[in-house]
């Protein structure tokens, strides 16, 4: 029995003798170890890539012309930073900028139209 505890003791005593360093670094940085990619929390499981901008932008075209459900669509795809000192918008991205939001939507809208369908693959 005293043979169990002392071996337990040497070994315990050993384990925390083995922690008391600091963790390896590089550069004054610590290492991190990196999760794969299927286990890591809150990642999106979704198989292949993601659609390209332009191909989730014509997507949001389904939902009803001038509602608030389609300008989320859009807004969900290019989130938006109202800028109240905005020029005139010359890009689908510069739509974001734009503080109105009927004024964002057609924006949206008339980039979204123009843009020619892409082949589906």
Same mark, same amino acid.
């Given at each position: 029995?005293?043979?169990?505890?002392?071996?337990?003791?040497?070994?315990?005593?050993?384990? =925390?003798?083995?922690?008391?360093?600091?963790?390896?670094?590089? +550069?004054?940085?610590?290492?991190?170890?990196?999760?794969?990619?299927?286990?890591?929390?809150?990642?999106?499981?979704?198989?292949?890539?993601?659609?390209?901008?332009?191909?989730?932008?014509? =997507?949001?075209?389904?939902?009803?012309?001038?509602?608030?459900?389609?300008?989320?669509?859009?807004?969900?795809?290019?989130?938006?930073?109202?800028?109240?000192? =905005?020029?005139?918008?010359? +890009?689908?991205?510069?739509?974001?900028?734009?503080?109105?939001?009927?004024?964002?939507?057609?924006?949206?809208? +008339?980039?979204?139209?123009?843009?020619?369908?892409?082949?589906?693959?």
């Amino acid at each position: 029995m005293r043979m169990v505890l002392a071996l337990i003791a040497v070994l315990y005593s050993a384990s =925390a003798f083995a922690q008391d360093k600091p963790p390896p670094t590089v +550069g004054d940085k610590p290492l991190v170890q990196v999760k794969p990619k299927s286990s890591r929390a809150g990642a999106p499981e979704k198989p292949g890539k993601q659609q390209p901008v332009a191909v989730r932008l014509q =997507a949001c075209l389904d939902i009803d012309d001038q509602t608030k459900e389609r300008l989320n669509c859009y807004d969900a795809v290019v989130p938006p930073k109202p800028n109240p000192k =905005a020029p005139a918008a010359k +890009g689908v991205m510069d739509c974001k900028f734009t503080t109105e939001e009927d004024e964002r939507l057609n924006c949206y809208n +008339g980039f979204v139209e123009s843009i020619p369908k892409l082949p589906k693959s």
